[in-house]
């Protein structure tokens, strides 16, 4: 594979003596093509954003990738186009075999010893520590989680929060910076009282990297040569299910690991992500494909200027900050002002999932010399637990039912919009509506019940806890027919256990008492409900 490498080295600077057709009919270059090119205005984009993958606009030039039928359909636009060496091969990067040497972070681990070292971790810190393989890659790369909390093995009323690092595979800065993070918390807790902090309040989940198969394109043993697709030559950014464009914007089908991160994200209730990138400096905030704003526009603002602040406090003058940039707000910007994309994890996670996630573009240069890692820890360090403290601000609470929790949607009223509402956890109950400072009314419903809880007072920098407790038989005559029949009956049990709705022979059904209550259990006679009869 190293030689193969080598080859590839020759053939990318030779690309740059031809003309793009030629590069597009040649099978013994790589699968993914960097180039650039020019733009008259920013609307063009909406049309070729579908095309190819655009990785940075700057004034009036756009960088892209390709694979071989996104460029021969690029050509069609008779763009003058300028074919870019690929950043992974500029130079040959410092790699550590061992776990070792990979902690002393100024390197970049081999395959075998990125895996050694996540598993080495959950092995020193099993208390606060475990690794979960949520899948494989293309070609059989795991797919490795940590998780971090002070009850590692049990879901708590806690919020799940969640970092991940490249999924674009050439993009390796975040993937070094995740990796030191895990270690940074798990070296410090009991000891840094922020640290501590924040494992105990937080279900802490970090990936630090999404896209194996990218990083190593040319072997386990150096990231050299590593290309932002995946194996199948498909943007895993591009992959996911879109708010304005449905379930497939790319064209393709889910790809592995995109199946394996919407799973994931699925079996959990994130609160608050961010997914790291490189190749600019910057925090994007959605939407990526919508011009409109979120609901939750100041609260984004608020979030990622935190984030850039706080680098700048940490870091020389000329990173993050862009200060005479046209779009860029000093380390922040809005995604569709940028560029717009479609199809990216920033939007599915914060429409379908209900969670909140911005996108952080951690360094200019995509695969940076090994040698200045560890100056961007210290740039990012204090940002990245301040990110994940925000999860700890807002409104939070629980809803039940008696002692059951409920799965409800709560809103903040005259303020929603966009799938930017959130839900309890149909586990615990827990939930977490993250706001700036103020004061709200929240709205708790469900098909069966609605409740309003007015001028809750949020104050900057802890979370105002508000549960919400439905008492057993209020939620009697759903039909307000002025009676409670069976069909309210199964309607009321499958709401408050979140099972399908039963038949009338599995519940052993008692009279009314002389109180009007109806006593309900289930075959077994373990679960009981007691509802109201209706006058």
């Given at each position: 594979m190293k030689n193969t490498c080598i080859i590839i080295a020759i053939l990318t600077l030779w690309i740059l003596s031809v003309s793009f057709a030629e590069v597009s009919k040649d099978r013994f270059s790589r699968p993914e093509i960097y180039f650039r090119f020019q733009i008259e205005s920013k609307d063009e984009l909406i049309e070729i954003t579908r095309i190819i993958s655009i990785d940075n606009?700057?004034?009036?030039?756009?960088?892209?990738?390709?694979?071989?039928?996104?460029?021969?359909?690029?050509?069609?636009?008779?763009?003058?186009?300028?074919?870019?060496?690929?950043?992974?091969?500029?130079?040959?990067?410092?790699?550590?075999?061992?776990?070792?040497?990979?902690t002393e972070w100024d390197s970049y681990p081999t395959y075998d010893a990125y895996v050694s070292m996540m598993y080495q971790f959950a092995e020193d810190y099993p208390e606060i520590c475990r690794i979960d393989s949520i899948g494989a890659s293309v070609n059989g790369r795991a797919i490795l989680f940590t998780k971090i909390s002070d009850n590692v093995n049990s879901d708590e009323a806690e919020p799940e929060f969640l970092y991940t690092s490249t999924m674009h595979g050439d993009e390796t800065t975040g993937f070094v910076l995740m990796l030191r993070l895990i270690d940074y918390l798990l070296r410090n807790y009991g000891v840094n009282e922020k640290v501590t902090y924040l494992v105990d309040n937080l279900e802490i989940w970090i990936n630090p990297n999404a896209n194996p198969d990218g990083s190593y394109f040319c072997g386990n043993d150096s990231v050299y040569g590593a290309i932002r697709y995946n194996a199948n030559s498909v943007d895993l950014n591009r992959n996911f299910p879109d708010p304005k464009y449905g379930d497939h914007p790319d064209g393709n089908q889910w790809q592995p690991e995109t199946v394996a991160m919407m799973d994931f994200a699925d079996q959990h209730h994130f609160v608050l992500s961010a997914n790291f990138h490189g190749g600019a400096e910057v925090v994007n905030y959605p939407w990526d494909c919508w011009e409109r704003r979120h609901a939750d526009d100041e609260w984004l603002i608020w979030l990622c200027r935190q984030y850039a602040d706080t680098v700048h406090a940490y870091s020389p003058s000329g990173y993050m900050d862009h200060l005479n940039d046209e779009y860029f707000n000093n380390g922040i910007i809005n995604g569709y002002d940028w560029y717009p994309i479609y199809g990216g994890r920033q939007d599915y996670m914060t429409y379908f999932q209900h969670c909140r996630e911005t996108t952080i573009e951690i360094s200019d240069t995509k695969l940076l010399p090994a040698s200045l890692l560890p100056a961007h820890w210290e740039y990012n360090r204090a940002a990245l637990l301040n990110y994940m403290a925000a999860a700890l601000t807002g409104i939070r609470g629980e809803v039940k039912y008696g002692s059951d929790p409920l799965n409800v949607q709560v809103r903040i009223i005259d303020h929603e919009k966009d799938n930017s509402w959130v839900f309890s956890d149909s586990v615990l109950g827990d939930y977490y509506r993250l706001c700036l400072p103020g004061v709200y009314d929240l709205e708790f419903s469900n098909d069966l019940f609605t409740k309003v809880i007015r001028q809750i007072s949020v104050e900057p920098g802890n979370a105002t806890m508000e549960n919400v407790f439905i008492q057993s038989g209020s939620l009697g005559d759903i039909n307000n027919d002025g009676f409670v029949n069976i069909t309210d009956i199964m309607r009321v049990v499958n709401f408050i256990t979140g099972r399908l709705t039963p038949s009338n022979e599995e519940f052993n059904r008692s009279d009314w008492n002389s109180d009007n209550e109806l006593n309900i259990a289930d075959i077994i006679g373990i679960t009981q409900y007691i509802l109201n009869q209706s006058p």
């Open positions: 606009v700057i004034g009036d030039t756009v960088y892209a990738y390709a694979n071989r039928k996104e460029f021969e359909k690029f050509q069609k636009l008779n763009k003058k186009i300028e074919i870019l060496p690929a950043p992974s091969l500029m130079f040959k990067p410092e790699m550590s075999q061992s776990v070792k040497k990979a």
